[in-house]
C-alpha cells in the first residue's frame, strides 16, 4: 500500500482501520473515501494507485467511473417516501409509477 492521505476525525477512527486494512490486504489498489455529517467534512482519505500498472497514486482528486451510485439513490428515495407512508412496498409498482403500465 502506499502512503495514507487525508484525515480522520477520531469518531471515524474504525473506518479509517478498515479503509487501511483494504489497501494493506490488497482488496482495494486504489480508492478514496468521504464522509460529511451536519454539512461538516468527517473523513476524507486516499491511499494507493489510480492505474493498474501502479505508476500514478491515487490523488486527492483522481477521477473514478462510478456505475452504481444511481441505484443507492433510488434506494434512499423510496424509503424516504416509503418512511413518509407516501409508498407501499408491496402494492404492484405501477400503483404508485402509472407511467410503468406501459
Not at 417516501?81 to 400503483?95: C, S, T
Request: a negative charge; aromatic letters at 10%.
Amino acid at each position: 500500500m502506499g502512503e495514507l492521505h487525508g484525515f480522520c476525525d477520531q469518531r471515524f477512527e474504525p473506518l479509517e482501520a478498515l479503509f487501511r486494512s483494504n489497501q494493506e490486504s490488497g482488496i482495494d489498489e486504489g480508492a478514496s473515501l468521504a464522509a460529511t455529517l451536519g454539512g461538516e467534512l468527517v473523513v476524507d482519505l486516499w491511499a494507493g494507485s489510480a492505474d493498474y500498472e501502479r505508476t500514478r497514486p491515487w490523488a486527492e482528486d483522481t477521477l473514478v467511473t462510478v456505475f452504481s451510485t444511481p441505484k443507492l439513490m433510488v434506494n434512499i428515495a423510496v424509503l424516504r417516501l416509503y418512511a413518509r407512508r407516501l409508498i407501499d412496498l408491496d402494492a404492484p409498482l405501477p400503483d404508485s409509477w402509472p407511467a410503468f403500465r406501459q
